[in-house]
């Protein structure tokens, strides 16, 4: 995929003061000391995650979704490792095309702001979003954290006043060079010039205000890059910073004047130019971790879930900033692809804006949770439609989860309802009793299952973990199948034995699937883990001892009663040419034997 946003060779821009005549911070003789700093506390089990926050000049989408639902699974890992986990979403309620649409809605701007943020809130809410901190720009903590940061920047001498001449983007807040701007008409057939990444409307910008003095960061910032191969991740993102690095970096521009944008945060100190929309976000991720007094448990363990579409202002601007501030750089900024419908960005104008609340009203919050974490690839776009989701849902969710569970807890099979007895003369360590060798290579897959996963969601890479689950669910479905336990005489003790072991090592199977699922589908892993009677402090990722009885260990299982039965653990979708977006009709499960 090409990366259109690269920065041009020329900078447009004119210096009135030199930022020469400012005296030089210290912090350039030791640049990578921040970073290398990150990697010293390795017992640390504090672990700091954040979503980017969203603008409130529209309703949330599917793409925002995206980002929540994967920060969240990180974070719910964790929380089953044991870290002590912070996780910070919320709103980015300042800059110009916010005031903007404000007035566009005719109401003020603080109204408005709380008017959007509480959509997104109750968005996140409904899905399942477990965040730990909400945090919104116009709010008092925000703004103190904002005018330190600034002040600390400006005390080094790395802000300057000077003057921007160039294109800026409002709707994408963003500063453009002449080669990442083109042609185009705009609905009237005017000609216009616009972003070449983003599609969005550019103007030509003249004005004094504050500079940042960014370009003295090109070299620290590819130390660290080149020292942290793993802190974009993807790689191939990774690359692309890599590559606007060694291009022309020019000082960036950190303010607008008042007269322009009114709504945000002054520069203190000069009521006259009012903080760009950028350094004001970005200063969030501080704001949550308690800058600028209490942030020190949280910073140095900070992680950022972003899009594609801002990777520049998170892995060249914000740690040149942090740099400049002399804060340890985030850990890892993990970088997602976005979600087309159609195989065209989402956008008002083309009505193809995916509601996600819609979405997760239809589909269920697990529903649209598994979907798009087992669909969304980071490193590429992904097409949405209706149709993607019941199928998926159906044949993962439905049929193969569910019919398992149905199968291994159906009172048919189990009528004590109870966890029953492993064999190990039926099912020995040696070949020699019932088990043949398929069934020894799906025990290897499930045990080996636990490190797999965790491979993957530490590389934010959900999809190849749900596809590693869905895969060792289907052989434990074939495994059911192959012995097919309904076929055996109950009144035989040795067919008894062999049936039980058979029920014993299925439901290990979906003990197993049921903890590593809980990040992704929290309420039909509960539901699952229910059924089989795991207690609530026997969910963690310690309790991912796969089989304790085929190692001659107790299982703590072993005889308990199963919990109730509370209905299928995921309900098909009827109707999969959902499409035309109507709302569709769930029934039960298939019932297997
Ligand atoms: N406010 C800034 C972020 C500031 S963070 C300090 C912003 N907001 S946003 O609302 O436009 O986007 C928020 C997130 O949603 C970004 O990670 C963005 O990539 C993501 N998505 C927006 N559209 C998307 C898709 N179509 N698909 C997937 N994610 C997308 O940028």
Do not use: C, G, Q
């Given at each position: 995929m090409k990366f259109p946003y690269l920065f041009a060779t020329r900078a447009v821009l004119r210096f009135q003061q030199s930022p020469f005549l400012l005296p030089v911070p210290a912090l350039w003789t030791h640049p990578r000391s921040a970073a290398l700093s990150t990697r010293l506390c390795k017992d640390d089990r504090s672990?700091?995650?954040?979503?980017?926050?969203?603008?409130?000049?529209?309703?949330?989408h599917l793409g925002h979704l995206y980002s929540a639902v994967l920060a969240d699974c990180l974070h719910r890992y964790k929380l089953l490792q044991g870290f002590n986990s912070k996780f910070a979403t919320g709103t980015d309620e300042h800059g110009l095309k916010i005031q903007q649409a404000a007035e566009a809605a005719g109401k003020d701007p603080m109204t408005f702001c709380t008017d959007v943020s509480k959509q997104f809130r109750h968005l996140f809410d409904s899905c399942n979003i477990s965040y730990t901190d909400y945090i919104r720009t116009t709010e008092q903590r925000h703004h103190e954290a904002v005018e330190h940061f600034w002040s600390v920047l400006w005390n080094k001498g790395l802000i300057y006043k000077g003057s921007y001449e160039g294109w800026y983007s409002t709707q994408d807040e963003s500063f453009l060079m002449p080669s990442q701007v083109g042609d185009a008409l705009d609905s009237l057939g005017k000609e216009i010039k616009v972003s070449l990444e983003s599609g969005h409307k550019v103007e030509w910008m003249k004005e004094e205000n504050y500079m940042f003095r960014l370009s003295a960061f090109q070299s620290p910032l590819l130390d660290w890059l080149r020292g942290n191969p793993q802190v974009v991740q993807p790689d191939r993102f990774h690359q692309v910073v890599l590559k606007w690095l060694q291009e022309d970096l020019p000082d960036l521009s950190v303010s607008r004047q008042r007269s322009r944008l009114q709504w945000g945060i002054p520069v203190p100190g000069d009521d006259e130019q009012t903080i760009y929309v950028w350094v004001d976000a970005l200063v969030n991720y501080l704001t949550v971790a308690g800058y600028p007094d209490k942030h020190n448990q949280w910073w140095h363990v900070a992680r950022h879930v972003i899009g594609k579409d801002i990777l520049k202002f998170h892995a060249i601007y914000w740690p040149a900033f942090l740099l400049g501030a002399g804060l340890p750089l985030p850990r890892v900024i993990?970088?997602?692809?976005?979600?087309t419908v159609g195989g065209k960005k989402m956008s008002k104008s083309l009505g193809n804006v995916?509601?996600?609340?819609?979405?997760s009203q239809i589909f269920t919050a697990d529903g649209m949770r598994y979907f798009l974490l087992r669909q969304g690839v980071p490193d590429s776009d992904c097409d949405y439609t209706d149709n993607k989701v019941a199928k998926l849902l159906n044949a993962e969710l439905a049929d193969s989860l569910g019919g398992l569970l149905n199968r291994c807890t159906a009172p048919a099979l189990n009528p004590a309802q109870v966890y029953p007895s492993f064999c190990s003369q039926s099912f020995p360590r040696e070949q020699g009793g019932r088990a043949v060798g398929e069934d020894y290579l799906m025990l290897d897959?499930?045990?080996?299952?636990?490190?797999?996963?965790?491979?993957?969601?530490?590389?934010?890479?959900?999809y190849k973990a749900l596809e590693a689950i869905n895969a060792c669910v289907r052989l434990t479905n074939g495994f059911v199948q192959r012995h097919a336990p309904w076929k055996l005489d109950r009144k035989d003790s040795e067919d008894q034995r062999w049936l039980d072991t058979i029920i014993h090592i299925s439901l290990e199977c979906l003990r197993i699937y049921g903890t590593l699922l809980q990040p992704v589908v929290p309420e039909t892993s509960n539901k699952l883990l229910s059924r089989l009677g795991v207690q609530p402090h026997e969910r963690s990722s310690t309790a991912l001892n796969f089989l304790p009885r085929y190692q001659g260990m107790d299982c703590p299982f072993e005889g308990r009663a199963l919990g109730s039965d509370c209905g299928v653990l995921f309900s098909r979708l009827e109707n999969q040419n959902a499409d035309k977006q109507k709302p569709m009709k769930t029934k039960k499960s298939a019932n297997f034997k």
């Open positions: 672990y700091y995650i954040t979503t980017p926050i969203f603008y409130v000049n529209a309703s949330p993990h970088v997602h692809s976005h979600w995916v509601n996600p609340l819609d979405r897959a499930v045990k080996n299952l636990p490190a797999v996963v965790e491979k993957h969601y530490e590389t934010m890479h959900v």
